[in-house]
């Protein structure tokens, strides 16, 4: 089994920024897939970034403001949030797929964690 623990959301006002971390441990092979989603209340769950092979790719809502990046730690997965702003606000989630010696992949979710921008 593999457990993601996320931390960094907070209240922020707008135009501000936050540094959202996602940590993973227990047994891994191979990391197929990284990725960060948010669900506000009363809305379906967004897919926000994601790294796959090569290939970075953001919502249109972020794009220009929000990074993803794999940090030196080993299976660590940054989200740097810039220029925040109301419509931001939800709960987010990190996201990771391993693949085993098999080629079996499983997908994780870390517990959430609540951003907040407002003024």
């Known amino acids: 089994q593999v457990q993601l623990v996320e931390s960094g959301g907070g209240l922020v006002q707008p135009g501000g920024s936050l540094r959202l971390s996602c940590a993973a441990s227990g047994s891994i092979f191979a990391i197929n897939a990284m990725e960060w989603y948010r669900q506000a209340p009363g809305k379906q769950r967004e897919l926000v970034a994601s790294?796959?092979?090569?290939?970075?790719k953001y919502a249109d809502s972020v794009e220009g403001r929000f990074n993803i990046s794999r940090d030196n730690a080993k299976y660590t997965v940054i989200l740097q949030m810039n220029s925040l702003k109301p419509e931001d606000t939800a709960v987010y989630y990190c996201s990771i797929t391993t693949v085993n010696r098999l080629g079996i992949r499983s997908k994780y979710w870390g517990q959430g964690t609540q951003v907040t921008v407002s003024s």
């Open positions: 790294i796959f092979g090569g290939s970075i």
